[in-house]
């Protein structure tokens, strides 16, 4: 008797361990277990697996040594079974249909490498958490512009045709989806947007670790390019000064773009605070690489 491999893996890499990442594998996991999914979680936290029966009843716990959600993610990847792959961040949390949406989305776009979803605001209390989810996921607030697009949802919500992951699973850093999507991207490969699913993404950190962070997520990209620099790392370089003006600029269009101009303008100050941090930790990593900023992702 064969057994059918499942038509979605979901992926969810962490450092924090349980129970903090609970609420993110409740949200979705009735409808994983009614769906036949393949629930995949890679922890690198040190700290004992859920005991939880009807945890472990859908959810493959794989305890691991590595700190790195990067590696976390890859080892996840590695071993999916889907035919689809979704990928979550495990401060974040579906929204009720999100499993469905995206089966949907991916049977409405057979063709598609990857789908990107939509990825919205669940800590609001402060202009600090604001700017910093208005400069890493303001792209993704819906409402988005569905279909084909050259940008879509980082792993907080993006899901791939399993087949397109084939030779983007052997990088020793691990896998970043900003890199593996730009690489389908620039090999024709059909990208699409689709604010039908959609998840909250929870960051409440602290002004400190907040600045910290966006210094270790510009270290970690740029430390990503620094093996093969391009004349536009290099103009990256030339215009550290000001490039934190332009992004700023990018996130205000964004902001009213998506109709939270008012948002944007309370968070202003933060926002290029932290974008200057982000560039801070850019310059460290083309200069001597990512360092031990990877490890300090989530």
Known sequence: MTIASPALTISVGTAAGWPAIEPCVRSFLADARATGSQVLIADGSGRPPPTDPDILETVTWRSLDDKSVFRLVQSNLAIASGSIVALMEDHCTARPGWIAAILRAHAENPQAAAVGGAIENGT?????????????QGAHMAPLRNGPATRIANEANISFRRTALDGQLDDSMGFMTIKATRALADRGELLVNDDRIVVDHYERLGTRATAVIHFDDGRTISG???????????????GAPILPLF????VIR?????GRARTVATALPWIVALEYCHEAGELAGYLAGPGRSPYGLR
């Not at 990503?224 to 030339?238: E, I, Y």
């Open 224 to 238: 990503w390019r620094r093996p093969g620099m391009t004349r536009v790392d290099w103009l990256r370089v030339v």
């Open 254 to 258: 964004n902001g009213v773009v998506k």
């Open 247 to 250: 992004r700023t600029a990018r």
């Open 124 to 136: 609001t209390a402060s202009s600090l958490e604001w700017a910093s989810y208005l400069m890493t």
